[in-house]
């Protein structure tokens, strides 16, 4: 279970306040699949760090390593410590490079922040 890898990146998508506006998503290169956990774009880092630990380490457990772009969400301290405390390995993306993202552009999701690559999620725009 944990010798897998995953990526982390948002997504920005259109909403209002009180609806989510960005996407966390998460891409399992094990299982070779896509998650977007709705979000703000106003979440802190501990946010962020509970929705991973919520949705993604409670149900498939510790990743190996993670990928992820230079967020400083995911630089931050919290998540340096967490990254420690599981043992898992970050490694960064490079920008402007999809490649990386691979399995999410096959999938259809955009590398750069789009509005209108989500559009199509309704589930995103409501609580």
Request: hydrophobic share 30%; glycine share 8%.
């Amino acid at each position: 279970m944990g010798d897998h890898q995953h990526g982390l990146g948002y997504r920005i998508v259109p909403g209002g306040k009180e609806n989510f506006n960005a996407c966390l998503m998460i891409v399992d290169r094990f299982r070779k699949s896509v998650r977007c956990l709705p979000c703000h774009k106003e979440d802190t880092a501990m946010d962020t760090a509970f929705l991973f630990w919520n949705n993604i380490i409670s149900t498939c457990g510790v990743p190996k390593t993670i990928i992820s772009d230079r967020d400083p969400k995911f630089t931050s301290e919290i998540w340096t410590n967490l990254y420690d405390m599981l043992g898992t390995k970050l490694a960064f993306s490079t920008a402007y490079h999809p490649q990386t993202d691979g399995l999410a552009e096959r999938l259809g999701y955009p590398s750069t922040s789009s509005p209108t690559g989500l559009k199509h999620k309704p589930a995103l725009h409501h609580r």
